[in-house]
Structures are given as C-alpha cells and as structure tokens.
C-alpha cells in the first residue's frame, strides 16, 4: 500500500483525536467465558492467523492515516470500539503501520455478551494519562436477567501540556429495533452525563471530548440530551447526509459514530487547543468499489463470508489546533 499523505508536512500546532469501529478484533484463542466461537480457526468463519495479522495491517494503516491530510501525522488519541482484549491491542501497536507510531492503551475488560470492549489508543510522546476508569452500564432483559453491554471508559491526562478528558463510548446496538432498544442507549447517556457532572464538580473549566459508536444519530434522544444538559458542541451533525455517513445499514447512511465536545475548546488562548474541524474518514481504500454497496465500508466480513477489508465502520475524527 502507498501512503495516501506521506508529502503533508508536519503541523506541531496541531493534533488529531478519532474514534473507530474496528469491526470483531478477535485474537485466535478460544476464550470460554466469551461469544467468540465465530472466530477461531476452524470455526465457521474460519478465522486463521493469516486473516488476523491482514486485520491487524488493515486498521493499523487506516488509523495511521487518520487525520494526516490536515496535521502530517498519525492521530494523538484514537477510541476505538470491537476489541476482544488487551491482546488485539499489543498485536495492533506492533503492527507493521503503528510500530514507529509509539502507542501505548488503556484497556479494561467489561462484561459485554459478545466479548468485546472499548480502548483508547494514545501516543505518549503527545499525551501523558493521570487517570483511568471503566463504568459499568446496568440493565436488564425483559425477563429480569442482567444485560451485559460495554462499558462507558473515561481517560483523563495531559496533551502537550493541557490537561484534557476523553469518555470513550460504544453503546447497545439496535438489532431488537430502535425503539425496543433505545432504553439501553438512553441508560448509557445518563452514565455519560454523570460522569461529565463529576468531572466539572472537580473542574469547572474541565475540557471534555466524548467520541464512541452511539448506534444512534445526533438528532436522537440519547444524543441530544447530553449535549443540551451539558452545553456540548456535535460538529457531526452537519456532517450526515443521504450519500454519506458513517456507517450504511439496508442503503441507509447512518452517523453513529461521533465527537462531542465541551464548548470551552472554542475559547481562544494562545497555548490552549481549540476546536479547528471534524471530519469522517471515508478515504477510497476504506470503501467498496464496485457492485450494489459501492461506496460503503469495505467489511472484514459479511455474515460468515470473508472479504478481507477493514471495517463495516469508518472512523471520524477532529482536528485541534493551537
């Protein structure tokens, strides 16, 4: 692969923070306390060790170019969503476009049925943490059993000298429909919300960028009240459109994966990083090239059938600027 961006010269006043659905980053070894029996070697996708290092080469190059166009490097800070555990994510910072990229991760394991979790990605020359914490999403099936989903993780730490907070998010998705299942989105929004009112208990002018996939639009309910009740800024909800988005389900685009910001990262000070745009990733090599879903995420898989791309998400991203 050519690198799309490799003559952008660098911009040291600038830094990127993205998100990513990675699509099912599972290793290969068989965990019993997890869904993870569609990939294993053998199994019915056939998930061997040659398919999991070309998934691994394949997200490291997209995250290594997120953001490049603008800024002449890899991303400071990258949520990223379907990570198995903190295996996958070793094998992603050693992989073949990150290695150089000098990442470390906060990871915790939470108790989501399928085995897959949130992570935050950083580079540590750029961003130093102070402090990490998984909350716990409670809610319950219509019989009364616990519902286990991914929990809400917050990061806080020092970007180039600025100290900085990041809740990273991936809430349920809406495969019993969407009214059926907004109550569960609904429940993650309010953890969200009181974290941030923790936060600014502590802070007031504490700076505060949440990003994650939703599975909801800005225009919905679990969106629009957190930014309403904490007087957040979604640059993403002018970006949704019929032909573009994040994600396409049935022909539909769909913007569930977001960046909200606290408005204080428009307050202009000289040493201080502000708000300079927010973009989806949707580059060619990200996307299907010809047939009926020309256009949409190029898939690792679709159902049980291999393709060998990247993701059935594309990452957003925002752009800071000093």
């Known amino acids: 692969m050519t690198e799309p961006f490799n003559d952008i010269p660098v911009r040291d006043d600038m830094q990127t923070v993205a998100f990513y659905n990675v699509e099912n980053l599972f290793d290969l070894k068989n965990n019993k306390l997890k869904h993870d029996n569609d990939f294993l070697p053998g199994s019915i996708k056939n998930w061997t060790p040659k398919r999991y290092k070309n998934k691994l080469r394949k997200i490291g190059y997209a995250i290594s170019n997120i953001g490049q166009r603008e800024t002449g ?6 949520g990223l969503a379907e990570v198995e555990n903190a295996l996958v994510l070793k094998d992603l910072i050693a992989s073949k476009h990150l290695k150089d990229c000098n990442y470390n991760f906060i990871h915790f394991e939470s108790k989501d049925e399928r085995g897959i979790d949130v992570a935050l990605l950083y580079d540590t020359k750029a961003f130093k943490t102070t402090h990490s914490e998984a909350f716990e999403i409670r809610l319950t099936d219509t019989d009364g059993t616990p519902d286990y989903t991914r929990d809400v993780l917050l990061v806080s730490g020092i970007l180039d000298g600025e100290k ?21 989105r609904l429940a993650s929004s309010e953890k969200v919300s009181a974290i941030i009112d923790t936060l600014k208990k502590k802070d007031e002018h504490a700076k505060i960028i949440v990003i994650g996939d939703f599975n909801d639009d800005p225009k919905n309910n679990s969106i629009t009240r957190l930014v309403d009740n904490h007087n957040l800024f979604n640059p993403m909800e002018t970006l949704r459109s019929f032909t573009r988005g994040s994600v396409k389900h049935r022909r539909q685009w769909f913007i569930f994966d977001q960046i909200l910001i606290s408005t204080n990262f428009f307050k202009s000070s000289k040493n201080e990083y502000e708000f300079f745009n927010a973009n989806i990733f949707d580059e060619a090599f990200l996307k299907i090239h010809k ?6 995420p190029y898939r690792t898989y679709v159902g049980p059938k291999y393709k060998g791309g990247y993701s059935d998400h594309f990452p957003v991203y925002m752009i800071l600027k000093k």
């Open 73 to 78: 490097k890899h991303p400071a800070l990258i």
């Open 164 to 184: 900085v907070h990041v809740i990273v998010n991936h809430w349920s998705s809406r495969r019993e429909g969407e009214k059926e299942t907004e109550f569960k």
């Open 291 to 296: 047939g009926p879903f020309k256009g949409a």
